[in-house]
């Protein structure tokens, strides 16, 4: 071989290098060869070869040997878990010619952007091929890869040689950000390779992935504290900072939440931040909070502090808010996070990926009052106060509501759902407290206000069971009554004149 042979073979060598160098940037580690039968004696490339670009998707961290174009061996295969139902597109450089010198020195040159937009050094014009100049370049109708498989594996074969952009066109929902896009060259140099050219390459693109424990929850803070409008409701957002690949940064991190219609305007006093370190300690970390008025929507965004987010940690975000007078249903919340431009919606603790709204059930307490007639009544007041678990009695840690009938009979209070204790304090005039509803009876709240209805009897004098002294007697029982007492009256005076007069003459003789 002449020496202006090996020098060509090592320039081409080196150029292929460089290209490597930009197409698997970015955490994508590996390609995989194996040489086209045709040319076998021959270590030039062979133009009419088709090779295959076969892509194994696992989550980061990128852990694992650094790929080099050949598959992986079991042991130097990523250690994380393979992601399936991936899909990508590949599509052809326009205007690069890999047959050529000037084709590898324009593929050396190549850069791709998050948008996929490849920059480079190109031919002038088609007369001055040798002639390079910066330029964007266009790429080939962009064709799809089959999905990943269940071990993250898809394969394009068939392809004849040149550069290919290949990006990432969709991923499961728990995938925080796509892969960067990134271009491969059929063939890749690689000195274990027949021929030194790889024609089948496998690349090794990871994602950062959101586990299920990872994906955001949200939970209401001592809601057995919660029963009354007027009192406070909080709420704790947790999301896990992900695991990032090696090169990869946080671009996005925050929490919003949208406060549901029931409770009253937020300030910023009443949102806590807390940042936990991975061994559980907190973190001085300062994200800003703002809060859109005219909608109760809070933001915390780390946009300012993302470097201080490391792999691992945990951000509670706590909201707490005033129940409206007006709430007399469920109080449904959920936030979002977005991390790195994703967005993920909260779910109830032990339900991760749910995405169920967090709900604080409110209905509305009735209370009928009627007397021994059912005419209704109004005057009467109750006092409402949360039972113990048991429910034999009040929870005296809570102070009680009043609630009084009005004109119809009727008395309502809108409450939490759960056990309260009611009890008659005052009955409407002229009518006695059933001795049961003077002690309190234990009544279960319920989400269905329909069935939250407590009709409530007053006693009267002459009803059965009633203390109150029976009014004056009138009609001719109590004539008769009093001509009986009449009678009695006149012989106990008619008596006593006799008795009177018999004495005197006794004491005449």
């Known amino acids: 071989m002449s020496r202006k042979t090996k020098s060509f073979r090592a320039r081409m060598a080196a150029l292929a290098a460089g290209v490597l160098t930009i197409s698997f ?107 390079l100049v910066e330029m964007e370049f266009t790429t080939e109708e962009a064709v799809d890869f089959p999905a990943t498989d269940k071990e993250g594996k898809a394969t394009k074969a068939e392809l004849p040689i040149g550069v290919y952009l290949v990006t ?99 300030t910023e006093d009443k949102v806590t931040v807390e940042v936990l370190g991975t061994d ?41 808010a005033t129940v409206d007078d007006s709430l007399n249903g469920p109080l449904t919340n959920q936030s ?40 209704t009544l109004d005057g009467a007041t109750f006092s409402i106060q949360p039972a113990v678990k048991d429910g034999s009695g009040p929870d005296e840690k809570f102070d009680p509501v009043e609630i009084t009938t009005a004109e119809g009979g009727v008395a309502t209070q809108n409450l939490a759902v759960g056990k309260y204790w009611v009890k008659e304090i005052k009955a409407p005039v002229g009518y006695e407290i059933d001795k049961k509803w003077a002690d309190g009876q234990l009544v279960n709240v319920v989400a269905d206000a329909n069935t939250n209805v407590q009709t409530i009897t007053n006693l009267t004098a002459g009803d059965a069971g009633s203390k109150l002294p029976g009014l004056p007697l009138t009609g001719a029982q109590g004539a008769l009554i009093l001509a009986v007492v009449g009678v009695v009256l006149i012989g106990l005076g008619v008596w006593a004149g006799v008795a009177s007069v018999r004495r005197r003459k006794a004491e005449q003789e």
């Open 25 to 131: 940037a970015g955490g994508i580690a590996g390609m995989a060869a194996l040489a086209p039968a045709a040319h076998a004696e021959s270590g030039n490339i062979n133009p009419d070869a088709k090779g295959s670009i076969t892509i194994h998707k696992f989550a980061n961290p990128d852990l694992g040997k650094a790929g080099d174009g050949t598959e992986l061996k079991d042991g130097e295969k990523p250690t994380t878990e393979p992601i399936s139902d991936v899909t990508f597109t590949y599509a052809k450089v326009k205007d690069i010619d890999l047959s050529t010198n000037v084709g590898w020195t324009s593929a050396q040159s190549l850069t791709v952007d998050a948008n996929g937009k490849i920059t480079g050094k190109g031919p002038a014009s088609p007369k001055t091929p040798e002639s």
């Open 168 to 266: 990432e066109k969709s991923a499961p929902k728990n995938v925080t950000a796509k892969s960067a896009p990134f271009l491969v060259t059929i063939p890749s140099p690689n000195k274990a390779a027949q021929n030194g050219w790889l024609y089948d390459v496998h690349v090794y693109p990871k994602n950062t992935v959101l586990n299920p424990d990872d994906l955001p929850v949200k939970k209401v803070l001592d809601q057995d504290k919660v029963h009354f409008p007027g009192d406070e409701v909080a709420w704790q957002i947790t999301q896990k900072v992900p695991a990032l690949g090696t090169t990869e940064k946080l671009s996005t991190f925050k929490v919003i939440d949208d406060l549901p219609e029931g409770v009253n305007a937020v």
């Open 280 to 320: 559980n300690q907190k973190v001085d970390v300062t994200p800003q909070i703002s809060i859109e008025a005219s909608t109760n929507t809070v933001t915390v965004d780390f946009a300012n502090v993302l470097d201080q987010l490391k792999s691992g940690y945990t951000v509670n975000v706590t909201i707490r």
């Open 336 to 375: 979002q996070t977005v991390i790195n431009n994703e967005t993920y919606k909260s779910s109830n603790p032990g339900k991760p990926g749910t995405e169920e709204p967090t709900t604080v059930d409110f209905s509305t307490l009735t209370i009928k009052k009627v007397n021994g007639q059912n005419l």
